[in-house]
């Protein structure tokens, strides 16, 4: 029953996000010319993280995305188990969320000014596999580092460590929109993708691995990293 709870935790958690985050860009498009629409994006993906960290953080760890699991897996805070429960949770409460803003602007003949759900893309970086692969690494290496920092047992943030994961997903926004979009969140793009094709969008399938695959690289590596640090320092203080 606790297992379940978590995984109950992760799905509305990631749907949330994904509705805020993804509806948001869709609403007001994010033309990085016009910056309106690009920072509010920014923001409403970070205050979502902020949200559900105090939301649903106490229940499951907040972590709505399974790069995070598979860094907090990697650096021993769970198990296999519940890693494949997070992350089957997760991409179903992404779908879920874009079917919302699939019901809500299409039922309501919105615009979509994104084109595509909020799917991510790599026309920034002149749909270069290579470089949009770079730059989710590198976002997703930044967030997952300032988590693990957060979420340590050494740490002293308090209860500002929901507020400052929260800010870390608005600045790699801020740079990453963009260039890919922003993904660092496996789940979050695969749930517009899928709706997109239902749609007759297939074009955010073709590239959707690079937005599956390199969070996941940039997740292991920041965990990594982060316990050679952590580890460094333990050693020293001894």
Known sequence: MERARKYIAEFFGTMILVTLGCGTAMLVGCDAEHGGGYI????????????????????????????????????????VVDFCGYV?????????????????????????????????????????????FIVEVVLTFIFLLAILGVTSKNQKHGSFGGLIIGLTLVGVHILGIGLTGTSVNPARSLGPAII???NGNSDPMSSLWVFIVAPFVGA???????????????????
């Not at 919302?100 to 994104?114: H, R």
């Not at 965990?223 to 460094?232: H, P, R």
């Open 220 to 238: 292991a590596l920041a965990a990594f990293v982060y316990k050679l640090l952590e580890g460094a320092k333990k050693k020293e203080e001894e």
């Open 88 to 132: 089957i949770a997760q991409c179903l409460g992404a779908l879920a969320g874009s079917g919302i803003l699939a019901l809500i602007f299409d039922l309501g003949s919105v615009t979509d000014k994104t084109g595509g759900y909020g799917t991510n893309g790599l026309g920034g970086v002149n749909d270069s596999i290579g470089a949009g």
């Open 196 to 198: 997109a094709a239902i």
């Open 40 to 79: 509010l994006t920014a923001l409403a993906f970070g205050l979502a993280i902020v949200a559900m960290a105090y939301g649903v953080g106490n229940i499951s760890g907040g972590h709505v995305n399974p790069a995070v699991s598979l860094a907090v897996l990697i650096s021993g805070g769970m198990d």
